[in-house]
């Protein structure tokens, strides 16, 4: 089956600088790639998600970019603000599985002001 | 706005009780799931279930259960508690058919077996 690891585990930087969370996937015919976002006492929420068709998409201050030849993810965070602090999750799947997403670990983010 | 809505936000729970975690969805998804989220593990499949009264086997099914009665309603039961089972549960929906396409998560329901 899948497997998704995403690094780092932890990541604190300065308000106003940028965040970079990466994801690896081992499956390659996945081809549905979400990132979500939870907030302390909260349920994860999508952010931003990319198909395989696509090399990059931007959403305001938040990028993905995605490399199917090397079978890896990114998550771009510009100009960070306080309330970037959550933990990030990224995931993959493909057609042919079922509804399954299969989960990174997690990347706990804190933006100091 | 789609809301998901676990019944129980803490749980304590003494080793070998049968454990009940409900879940309503008031947005007439299709598909519901259960996760399991431990820290550094991200969020692992129990069960989901793309129709009433049908479920498949998440990656961690093993000393869980589920129904699914009604179309709203998905819930996951611990036959017999154990220690191990100690964990953040979350639910959530989605609409149609495949893999792509947004889930809606509730808030968690906080389990403890002691």
């Known amino acids: 089956g899948e497997n998704v690891e995403q690094h780092p585990s932890t990541l604190s930087v300065q308000e106003g600088d940028s965040a970079v969370i990466k994801c690896t996937y081992s499956?390659?015919?996945?081809?549905?790639f979400p990132w979500y976002k939870q907030e302390l006492g909260k349920g994860p929420q999508l952010i931003i998600d990319?198909?395989?068709?696509?090399g990059e998409k931007k959403d305001q201050r938040i990028a993905v970019t995605l490399n199917k030849t090397a079978k890896h993810f990114s998550l771009h965070i510009t100009e960070t603000q306080p309330e970037d602090s959550a933990v990030y999750f990224c995931a993959a799947s493909r057609r042919a599985a079922g509804n399954k997403l299969t989960f990174g670990g997690g990347t706990r983010v804190l933006v100091k002001p | 706005d789609v809301k998901v809505t676990q019944s129980s936000r803490y749980l304590v729970k003494r080793t070998g009780e049968k454990v009940f975690l409900e879940c309503v969805q008031d947005m007439d998804h299709e598909n519901m799931f259960w996760y399991r989220q431990d820290p550094g593990l991200g969020l692992r499949l129990i069960y989901f279930?793309?129709?009433?009264?049908m479920k498949e086997k998440g990656d961690i099914p093993e000393g869980y259960s589920v129904s699914r009665e009604k179309k709203e309603r998905f819930s996951l039961i611990l036959e017999s508690a154990s220690t191990n089972q100690t964990s953040m549960y979350l639910c959530a929906s989605r609409w149609g058919q495949g893999a792509a396409g947004e889930l809606f998560f509730g808030e968690g329901s906080r389990l403890t077996v002691l």
């Open positions: 990319i198909r395989s068709n696509v």
């Open positions: 279930s793309y129709d009433v009264k």
């Open positions: 499956d390659s015919a996945s081809n549905y």
